[in-house]
Structures are given as C-alpha cells and as structure tokens.
C-alpha cells in the first residue's frame, strides 16, 4: 500500500502560538463553527495522529463527535471511529488519558525497542505498540500505517513538534491552519512551529488551496510539497 494522504491541522493564534505558556489553562483557539469542520474532516480520514506531548499537555480524546458522522463511516463499512495514533520517543504514556478510553482503535509507534517495551508495559492491551526505527522516523511510520493499517487519509492534529518534522521532512501533503483573531505575546508560549531546514528555504512559496472565513476565524489550505521563488 502507499504511504497515506498527510493533512496536518492546527489553530494557531496571529502571532503563530499555538497555546500561552505551559503549565497555563489551555487556550481555546477556534470558535463553535470550526470545531464543526475539524470534526467533519476527521470523519473523513483513516487515522488521526498527535505526539505524546499533546496528549501528555492537553488529555484530548481525538474523536469524531457527530453521531450522524459516525453512522455515515459505519454505512460505509468503515470502523465508526478513525484509528488514533500516538507516537513516542519515551513510552512514558499515561494509562489513565483519556486517548485510550475513548473512540475505536488505538496504535502507539514507538521510537526503538526501549521505548517499544516501556510503552507496553504502562498501557497492556489499552493499545497495539509497535516499533519505528529512530532512524527514519516518519517515512517507517508512514509505511507502517499504509502497509499494515490500510490508511489511507491521515489527519495530524499537533503538536508542533510533529507538524515542524512532518513538514521538514517533506511528507505532508496539506495544511489546513486556522488563525484566531487573538494575540498571545508570550515569549514562552507554545508555537506551531519551531526552527528547521524547511524544503526550499525561506524564499519558497507553499501553494494556496483555499482560504475561507468560518465566523472570527480564517482557514487557510496550503499544499506544502507545491512551491515556488515567484509570488503567485
């Protein structure tokens, strides 16, 4: 099977965070109508992959919430509920979040064997672990949620770490980014997206797929493999 479609997904704020500083109540970004997309498209896809951190900093449960979604998927002969997948360099992973209790099937990539093996001891059968080499990270991820998993669209829902390696890597296919009318200003914050060397450099251009207002806030589609030095 092929690697799957990679749609990466965040809010962020103006000036590019994507949460204040840790350790503060969680920033709400979006807005009511938002939501309501975000939970269309993961009805759409496969699987839905964070990092540990997210789940470590904000205990989501990663689901599609629309009962009328979630019957179309079953219509359809899908699971109810995409495949939700974390990925770990520790398997230092809470039993107890909320991840594992949640929603349909859950998969853990764990970055080598000591991990492997960690991870697997702190969750049971909560999730199926399987091992990535440390060496190339997310090209086996990819291969495995294609090869083994069938998946086909695979939505990554944070945090920036991910969607810094994703996109410095080259292996995402869309954007989708959503700004808040909203100014956090701290110089500790939390940002979507941290230093890398980035495919073409500063000057290239990612493509724009769509921009659109969904009440206070603007979704932008960019296609990041699709650039270019000239202003379009």
Do not use: C
Not at 72 to 78: L, M, N, Q
């Amino acid at each position: 099977m092929p690697r799957p479609y990679v749609l990466l997904s965040a809010a962020v704020s103006i000036d590019g965070h994507l949460d204040t500083r840790p350790g503060e109540d969680r920033l709400l970004l979006s807005n009511k109508q938002d939501f309501e997309r975000v939970d269309s498209v993961r009805a759409s896809v496969d699987a839905i992959l964070v990092g540990a951190g997210t789940l470590r900093a904000d205990n989501p449960r990663l689901l599609v919430n629309s009962a009328e979604r979630r019957a179309s998927r079953v219509a359809a002969g899908e699971p109810e509920y995409p495949l939700k997948v974390t990925i770990t360099g520790t398997g230092n992973l809470d039993p107890g979040w909320k991840f594992w209790h949640h929603g349909g099937d859950k998969l853990v990539l764990a970055v080598d064997h000591e991990a492997t093996a960690k991870a697997r001891a702190n969750l049971g059968d909560l999730a199926t672990v399987q091992s990535v080499p440390a060496e190339a990270v997310w090209p086996a991820a990819l291969d495995i949620l294609g090869d083994a998993y069938a998946v086909k669209r695979l939505m990554v829902e944070g945090g920036g770490t991910v969607h810094t390696q994703l996109l410095e890597a080259a292996l995402a296919d869309e954007l989708q980014l959503v700004i808040a009318p909203l100014l956090v200003g701290q110089f500790d914050a939390v940002r979507m997206l941290g230093p890398a060397s980035y495919p073409g450099g500063p000057a290239a251009r990612l493509r724009l797929l769509e921009t659109r207002q969904i009440g206070d806030v603007v979704l932008l589609r960019y296609a990041p493999k699709d650039t270019s030095t000239e202003p379009r």
